[in-house]
């Protein structure tokens, strides 16, 4: 069975404002599909195959860098709020939030009784430990971008925990589902993944696998099934398919493309492919030569066949590019931009003008993406007729994120979709985003995504991001050639899995989802 045909509309994302800060009673967790509705039952070992791991790994959410340790995350820890199949914004530690001062205040109601792994209860100093792991001026945390507009966090009630910030922030409750922004112990190693998830750790071995069990006393009675959970490195798709097809794993992502047609006829196998805002991209380094002239990088936007890709990258799992990381699932996608095709002529054109000459150096692994060697490759035939020298360096899955991701001028990415375009912005976009694949800066930039979260006016904060994605797609550091499904294999054995928008593999939540049938 392939589940293609969901192409989420633009009412299933934020409605302004006043949706955003209304905040949600607790009477149910989550919303539910229809993969849901039977009874589930207790028992089993669930195994999981994932790309991304490497031996560098750690558990620590302020460092997960990769899909491994995104679907770790969500075994061992919740956050305040989460985001559901359809991308509204649902009660996890949380019972509710509400804005004051509009939205430059947010105060936030916690759930009781909640305890960690630990035995800890959840109290408002857990939060504010938690959050403060990522602040602070010695922070590495890839959230901490995300947090600088947050000028204080205090428990304002036994129960209460207030976010005062710099500025108003009409969709700071996205913020709080971000994977890295999880809640565990006052006082606590982040290393050692004590949470208040559906699963406590038993052992981890960077690079090759992680084993857990079931939490007794998970908060959530809905959820966590499976007894245990094994969650398996493995790297190399043809390796992690086979384990799939014959059993010895339960659930896969990133199934290549081209090979979907070809499972789905297979009666033990279910193949989920869900459009996202997810994308796979070329960064260029624009803060040095030669990636710092505009001419050089419109003319390598110009170069690249980005249908071709569609076609024989993704088989059809996926839509157009246009540079800019928001879709056209996203309710503030700028729809009217003028679209970089294909137009040799026109990158010869700009390459000649941006003055530079010789090879430009292009890193391409697997742990980029799905395909990324092979989509390298036409990108150095489609460039090559445009007169420009594009030659590979292969790097290896194993430490690529460690040892090449940022570290190149010249390197293959993947992004997985966010809620909202002030969370891809401020994560990635920013100038003082420590995840600024391209170390472009624009100061002018950083001026609209500001103005954007305080203003209450939808239709202003469309024009505001709609001025955005046209500063990031004409004049930005990262070539996205591409949106690409997320597509997931899961053995029939399982109920209880379904995709979401939100993130792969469920929104990193499948493990605690599903069962055995």
């Known amino acids: 069975m392939t589940i293609s045909d969901n192409p989420l509309n633009r009412r ?8 955003i800060g209304a905040g949600v009673a607790a009477s149910t967790f989550l919303g539910r599909s229809a993969a849901a509705a039977d009874t589930p039952r207790k028992g089993g070992e669930l195994i999981v195959g994932i790309d991304g791991g490497g031996s560098a ?5 302020a460092f997960n860098l990769n899909k491994y340790l995104f679907v770790a995350s969500g075994l061992f820890y919740n956050n305040l709020i989460e985001a559901d199949d359809q991308n509204k914004l649902q009660p996890s530690l949380a019972l509710s939030w509400a804005p004051q001062s509009n939205g430059a205040v947010w105060v936030v109601k916690l759930r009781p009784g909640v305890q960690f792994h630990n035995g800890k209860t959840l109290t408002p100093a857990d939060v504010i430990y938690s959050f403060n792991h990522h602040r602070g001026a010695d922070s590495k945390s890839a959230a901490k971008a995300l947090l600088e507009p947050v000028k204080e966090i205090r428990a304002s009630a036994p129960d209460e925990v207030t976010f005062v910030l710099t500025a108003p ?16 112990p006052e006082g606590g190693s982040f290393t050692d993944a004590v949470g208040t998830g559906a699963f406590i750790l038993e052992k981890f071995e960077p690079g090759i696998r992680i084993l857990a069990k079931r939490n007794p006393n998970y908060w959530d009675s809905s959820r966590g099934h499976v007894d245990s959970v094994k969650l398996l490195v493995i790297n190399d798709s043809t390796a992690r398919l086979n384990a799939l097809q ?9 199934i290549e493309p081209k090979l979907v047609a070809l499972l789905e006829k297979n009666p033990k196998l279910q193949i989920f492919s869900t459009p996202s805002s997810a994308h796979d991209s070329f960064p260029l380094k624009s803060d040095s030569a030669p990636f710092d002239n505009n001419d050089l990088r419109l003319a390598l936007k110009y170069a690249i066949d980005r249908q071709e890709l569609v076609t024989r990258i993704l088989s059809g799992h996926g839509r157009v590019g246009n540079d800019s990381p928001i ?3 996203d309710p503030y996608f700028a729809a009217g931009l003028p679209q970089h095709s294909y137009d040799p002529d026109k990158a010869k054109f700009l390459y000649k003008k941006s003055g530079h000459d010789g090879p430009l150096v292009l890193t391409v692994s697997e742990a980029g993406f799905p395909g990324a060697i092979d989509a390298g490759q036409l990108f150095q035939a489609s460039a090559g007729k445009a007169g420009i020298d594009i030659q590979l360096e292969r790097a290896p899955v194993d430490g690529y994120y460690d040892n090449y991701w940022l570290k190149r001028p010249f390197f293959v990415s993947s992004w997985n979709g966010r809620l909202t375009p002030d969370l891809m912005f401020s994560t990635a976009y920013i100038s003082s985003a420590p995840w600024n694949e391209s170390s472009w800066k624009r100061p002018d930039f950083d001026k609209l995504i500001i103005a954007a979260r305080a203003e209450l006016d939808d239709a202003k904060r469309k024009q505001l991001y709609y001025e955005a994605q046209a500063l990031v797609s004409a004049e930005g550091g990262e070539i996205i050639p591409v949106f690409n499904n997320y597509i997931m294999g899961v053995s029939t054995k399982l109920k209880g899995f379904y995709p979401s928008y939100a993130g792969d593999f469920s929104n990193r939540r499948a493990a605690e989802r599903v069962w055995f049938a």
């Open 12 to 19: 299933r994302f934020l409605s302004g404002a006043a949706s």
């Open 57 to 61: 790994d750690s558990l620590d959410p």
């Open 169 to 184: 922030n009409v969709t700071f409750p996205y913020i709080l589902t971000e994977f890295h922004l999880v809640i565990g």
């Open 246 to 254: 014959t059993g010895q794993i339960h659930i896969a992502n990133n």
């Open 327 to 329: 879709s056209d699932v």
